[in-house]
């Protein structure tokens, strides 16, 4: 039988000592509220949230038996994006801000999902571009953290 896991805490807030596996997921596979996924040893497991969740990297799932499942974040293809005046380096922030492209920010470095528009357009500001192979965490955005920007309640847009 399937177990379902419907409790999820973030990294720090759940007894990471009694993991029983992971579940190592790319950052669409994170932000979910429903979605069968494979635990890395090979169970099959039914995410079953209240609502949609940008899981991070080192947060666990609990399953119904009381198991614990931490999340683990995979690495994916992204693109740094780097300019050499810091100035500039908030503008094109701003920049994939205006465009809603899920965006992660660290130290000196944007990173952001390959787009060959939007890395023409970085690089027309100057930007400095190199696909990586890591984790993807975007900014979660000033709407609740999830990840998701919009309020999508006169549309059919939704997320599962």
Do not use: C
């Amino acid at each position: 039988m399937m177990q379902s896991a419907s409790i999820h805490r973030s990294a720090g807030h759940w007894p990471k000592e009694q993991s029983s596996g992971a579940l190592t997921l790319d950052f669409d596979a994170r932000h979910r509220r429903r979605i069968r996924l494979t635990a890395d040893q090979g169970e099959d497991v039914l995410l079953d949230l209240p609502k949609a969740v940008a899981m991070a990297d080192g947060d666990g799932l609990q399953l119904e038996d009381g198991r614990w499942l931490e999340v683990r974040a995979a690495a994916e293809t992204i693109v740094e994006v780097r300019h050499k005046d810091s100035r500039q380096l908030a503008r094109l922030a701003w920049h994939l801000g205006n465009r809603h492209l899920p965006t992660e920010i660290r130290d000196e470095v944007l990173r952001i999902r390959p787009d060959h528009v939007i890395e023409d357009m970085l690089r027309g500001f100057g930007a400095d571009l190199v696909k990586v192979q890591v984790p993807f965490q975007p900014e979660g955005g000033a709407y609740g953290g999830s990840g998701h920007h919009h309020n999508h309640a006169d549309s059919a847009h939704h997320h599962e």
